[in-house]
């Protein structure tokens, strides 16, 4: 316990900072961020910009004696608005995710529509270069304007957001990740980069809207917009919060694919750290109001009032015209397939992970560099768009009189580009499109001699590479489209080559490409199998598509881990895995506690209380009470920072050591309490503290969480990680063994669980198997 831990923080003008950190629940975040490791305690020297402490949530209810005295005194009618306020928000939450996916679809679609419709009739003209300068100064302009929102106003909008929705379910407290600032970029930027022509996707992005959206709504009411309505402050706390963002990212999938129950799965796979039936129940019921709301504007869109949304924007890649008939040979090109796909997917998160690095280097020099970086990638995407079709040659239209050949509109299967008239460019009718109009040419079905063979090679290694290179600038940008867009094309060329021994469709072969690509950067199955029968309507593929994605993911797993782990872990998020690291179980938990230690008495001084809150940066300290008071040393419990700020401003002090327990629970309520905004908590600087004052005692009892969780100081350290994050734990109090010695040995915090401090107090520990 006699250990200083003490993180250095470097910043732009490397001036070291030394921030004491309560060994508690302090990592250190950064945007961009990117480590260099140290084998010490607890340093890392972080190479990014704003660089601040991070801290954990409260998800654990303090369950101290005005908590107790304001659930005994609630009414029955209060406990029913709380549950119905629980789904009423549930239901705000659907609406306005659903609502936000249809915007941004038909925002994208009429976008990026107009610009298309202008390339193609100057290429009707045969104005090759005018057609090359609209097409480029379209992307150009957007793709600037979207970097531009990035880099000045909300810069945590930048990539998906899944990761940080995902450290934010794990109890990574960030509020910036979901500030209304980065929901109205990731809304607008997204709707740019994609119009843009990057090779991205909105579908990222959605999840982290959806999430934004929730937090936005469960902020228990504001005081600034006299939003203080008594039924608003049930969710002043971040159990709840928690609860509807995880409602809020399961919509935003549903928005996004169109799949209800996939939405759900995800957040249980891939999102949530922490779930319930219950919880179940309330996202189930949030993604069906996606769904109704989408189908509802489906229908009034159809109808032409949308502008170019129609057949495009809402992705719903019907392949149920292919007849789904496999045999051995089949299934052995299917697992090939999924082999192969999971190598590829393991090696774009190799490539991604790289190509971040280095592009945190590139941003962390300020704004203007991040939108040269934009502007850069967008030229070379242009470029690549309009440029690589000119290598393919010209196919003569099938005589199908049913197929609209050479297509002049917005989408379609067969672009004429330069093109004489009967004849189209294959590769321009995916270059030359939106992705998701792509992505439907490609599992298009019974058109097995569409795209040359060439081509789908040309198509497949350009999308790889500006997949690859794309994601990292400072635009909003999904994964999911670029790794469909790349397996389809993988898997519709694999089908082609295999098309003497297998008799299943090129079209079917395409969506399996995709799901293995899928399967080998994502890692999750079964939220992805969901997602994928939703998206193209097929039950029957259900066998195939399990079988691809099991084996990608087996195959992938020997290599690195899913993208959003390796995304969390550049990033520097302190999150807590699922499983215990091996090394773990050679530790007990005292092998790890920080020091020192700082306790209250149950009555305790102001004095010395404010002197712990200026010189330490603790969140939680734990309550001993001794005699006369108790007849030996004994835990009280643990009391938060936060809530002895807001006793200290009440000042209700006394000269003796007496209790004053009574008067504090008439003078306070426990919505006084209440989480607070982000940076709308009271600081020890706004205490206002007389030097007679500090003299005096306050009782801590009444704010003092007597039920906090404790384990044995002999404790396996795996065992306490798993049942650290099983419970969404903030501290985690350690005691001693044996009696006659003081009460609590430490505190374990996620930081006590974090490789860097766990190795960096053991570094042999790595060697033992």
């Known amino acids: 316990m006699d250990r200083e831990n003490k993180v250095p923080i470097y910043n732009d003008d490397d001036e070291e900072h030394d921030i004491e950190s ?64 629980k789904w009423a928000f549930a239901l705000i939450v659907g609406l306005g995710t659903g609502l936000v ?81 980065t929901l109205f970029v990731k809304i607008f930027g997204s709707i740019l980069g994609v119009s843009a022509g990057f090779v991205v996707g909105k579908e990222g992005p959605m999840v982290h809207t959806g999430a934004c959206i929730a937090s936005l709504i469960g902020q228990g009411g504001s005081r600034k917009y006299h939003l203080t309505w008594r039924w608003l402050r049930y969710f002043k706390n971040d159990r709840d919060r928690r609860d509807l963002i995880t409602c809020g990212a399961a919509a935003g999938v549903a928005a996004a694919f169109r799949a209800p129950v996939g939405g759900v799965l995800f957040a249980l796979e891939e999102a949530a750290s922490w779930w319930r039936s219950a919880l179940l129940w309330r ?27 129609g057949e495009g924007g809402l992705i719903m890649y019907d392949v149920s015209a292919a007849r789904v008939i496999y045999s051995a040979p089949d299934i052995l090109a299917v697992m090939l397939l999924g082999t192969i ?29 991040k939108i040269l970086l934009v502007i850069s990638i967008s030229l070379l995407t242009s470029i690549s768009s309009y440029g690589l079709p000119w290598l393919a040659t010209c196919i003569p239209c099938p005589t199908d009189a049913s197929v609209s050949c050479p297509n002049t509109d917005v989408s379609g299967n067969y672009k004429s580009f330069q093109c004489p008239s009967g004849h189209y460019n294959d590769l321009a009718s995916l270059f030359l499109n939106t992705n998701d109009d792509a992505i439907r040419n ?50 519709r060329l694999v089908g082609r080559l295999f098309a003497s021994i297998s008799k299943l469709d090129v079209g079917l072969f395409a969506l399996l490409g995709a799901a293995s690509f899928l399967g080998g950067t994502m890692r999750m199955t079964v939220s992805l199998c969901v997602i994928l029968l939703e998206l193209t309507n097929d039950l029957l593929l259900l066998p195939l598509v399990m079988l691809v994605l099991l084996i990608s993911k087996t195959v992938a797993d020997v290599f690195n881990k899913g993208v959003y782990d390796q995304i969390v872990k550049l990033k520097g998020l302190p999150y807590m895995e699922a499983h215990a690291e091996p090394y773990m179980k050679h530790l007990v938990a005292r092998d790890v506690v920080s020091g020192p230690l700082i306790s209250f008495s149950g009555i305790e001084k102001v ?32 009391v938060l920072r936060s809530h002895l700020l807001v006793l200290l401003k009440g000042k209700i002090f ?84 044996s009696q006659g010695r003081p009460p609590i040995v430490g505190i374990l915090t996620r930081h006590d669980f974090m490789p860097e401090h766990v190795l960096g107090l053991y570094p042999h520990i790595r060697l033992r198997k």
């Not at 190479?47 to 949530?57: D, F, H, R, Y």
């Not at 990035?150 to 990740?177: Q, R, T």
């Open 22 to 85: 309560d060994g508690k629940d302090v990592d250190v975040y950064s945007e961009p961020l990117l480590f260099k490791r140290r084998n010490t305690t607890s340093q890392i020297a972080i190479v990014g910009a704003n660089v601040c402490p991070i801290e954990s949530l409260d998800y654990e209810i303090a369950e101290n004696e005005l908590f107790k005295q304001d659930w005994r005194s609630r009414k029955k009618i209060e406990i029913f608005q709380y549950l119905l306020l």
């Open 101 to 181: 996916g249809i915007f941004n679809n038909i925002a994208v679609e009429n976008i990026a529509g107009f610009k298309l419709l202008l390339t193609t009739k100057l290429m009707l003209k045969q104005k090759y270069y005018k057609a090359f300068a609209a097409y480029a100064g379209c992307n150009l302009g957007l793709a600037t304007a979207a970097a531009a929102l990035c880099a000045f106003i909300a810069p945590a909008a930048a990539g998906s957001g899944i990761p940080e929705v995902k450290a934010y379910l794990n109890g990574v407290d960030a509020h910036s990740i979901l500030a209304p600032s």
């Open 283 to 309: 996202t189930f019921f949030t993604t069906a109001i996606v769904a109704i709301v989408l189908r509802a504007f489906i229908q009034l869109c159809s109808t032409g009032t949308c502008g170019l949304f």
């Open 341 to 369: 796909g999971g190598i590829f997917g393991s090696l774009y998160n190799y490539l991604v992970d790289k190509v971040l690095r280095t592009y945190s280097i590139i941003n962390e020099r300020g704004a203007a560099f």
């Open 442 to 491: 490609l599992l298009s079905t019974s058109t097995v001699r569409e795209f040359h063979i060439s081509s789908l090679f040309i198509f497949f290694g350009a999308v790889y590479c500006l997949g690859v290179i794309t994601y990292g600038i400072a635009v909003p940008s999904g994964l999911f489209i670029p790794v469909i867009l790349a397996g389809a094309c993988y898997g």
């Open 607 to 638: 004095g010395n209380i404010l002197h712990a809150l200026r010189t330490t940066g603790h969140n939680g300290f734990p309550v001993i009470d001794e005699p006369p008071f108790s007849d030996a040393p004994a835990l009280c419990g643990l």
């Open 654 to 737: 006394s000269r003796d050591m007496v209790p004053a327990g009574d008067e504090i629970l008439r003078r306070f309520a426990a919505f006084d309490f209440a989480k607070a905004g982000s940076g709308k908590g009271i600081k020890v600087e706004d205490l206002d503290i007389e030097q007679e004052e500090m003299e005096m005692y306050v009782d801590l009892h009444p704010i003092t969480n007597t039920s906090p969780y404790t384990v044995v100081e002999t404790m396996s350290l795996a065992k306490a990680a798993v049942l650290f994050r099983q419970l969404g734990l903030r501290h985690m109090c350690v005691v001693p063994k």
